[in-house]
């Protein structure tokens, strides 16, 4: 069974810094994408991160670029997000997926999610 | 602003046919870049409905199925039950932005 298990969500203050974790079973982690998606309380999904399985390609969204950071360690199936000078338009849960590769179109889409960890950016 | 956009609210009746809209532009849908469906239950992580425009994993009824054409998608939900009720959203690529983008989302409501 394929599990993703994210944690490290939490209280931080504006200008903080966090790291997020997310531990991969049920799969083979060390040839998959993955990615960090987060949705704001009452929002709608929106992509942070995309990391190949390699970690030869990574990606972030503009308004993330330069602050947050993802990462892997596939000795370990895991994946990482670190959060640094955090703002409080940052406040979402960020839930850990798995990209599989549409064939033929080198775009992805997520098949498998985690259940998600909250991070709130509040003084 | 979402890149992609969806109706943000949908409502239907157990039994009938719902088709939620996608509409997107040259540099996403409009390209050789698929579309792919998510349902989020309340409270819930989101679950992928449709991926490559019309394909099901396995486990989704088929109920539910997508289709593509120009700038545009949909997904259609048949014989809509009471437990179909939740958030949906459309994801692509943008290569423009380099980005993988979500729709803003559609609630549906069974009435």
């Known amino acids: 069974e394929v599990q993703l298990v994210e944690s490290g969500g939490g209280l931080v203050n504006p200008g903080g810094s966090l790291r997020l974790s997310c531990a991969a079973s049920?799969?083979?982690?060390?040839?998959?994408?993955m990615g960090w998606v987060r949705q704001a309380p009452g929002k709608g999904l929106e992509w942070v991160a995309a990391i190949s399985s390699s970690s030869g390609h990574i990606y972030h969204t503009d308004s993330v670029k330069g602050r947050l950071t993802i990462s892997r360690d596939n000795t370990k199936n895991s994946l990482y997000l670190q959060m640094n000078s955090l703002r409080d338009e940052d406040t979402a849960i960020y839930y850990c997926?798995?990209?599989?590769?549409?064939?033929?179109?080198?775009?992805?889409?997520?098949?498998?999610w985690g259940q998600g960890t909250l991070l709130t950016v509040s003084s | 602003q979402s890149v992609l956009t969806q109706p943000p609210s949908m409502s239907g009746a157990p039994g009938q046919r719902v088709t939620i809209s996608c509409t997107g532009s040259?540099?996403?849908?409009?390209?050789?870049?698929?579309v792919h469906w998510y349902q989020q239950l309340p409270g819930t992580a989101p679950k992928l409905l449709i991926y490559g425009n019309t394909n099901r994993p396995s486990g989704v009824p088929d109920r539910f199925s997508g289709s593509q054409s120009g700038t545009s998608a949909s997904l259609a939900i048949t014989g809509l039950q009471a437990e179909d009720e939740a958030d949906y959203y459309c994801q692509s690529f943008d290569n423009s932005l380099t980005a993988w983008v979500f729709g803003g989302g559609t609630r549906l409501t069974v009435l």
């Open positions: 049920g799969f083979a982690f060390s040839t998959s994408d």
């Open positions: 997926a798995r990209m599989v590769a549409v064939a033929g179109t080198g775009t992805h889409y997520f098949d498998y």
């Open positions: 040259s540099s996403n849908i409009g390209t050789i870049y698929n």
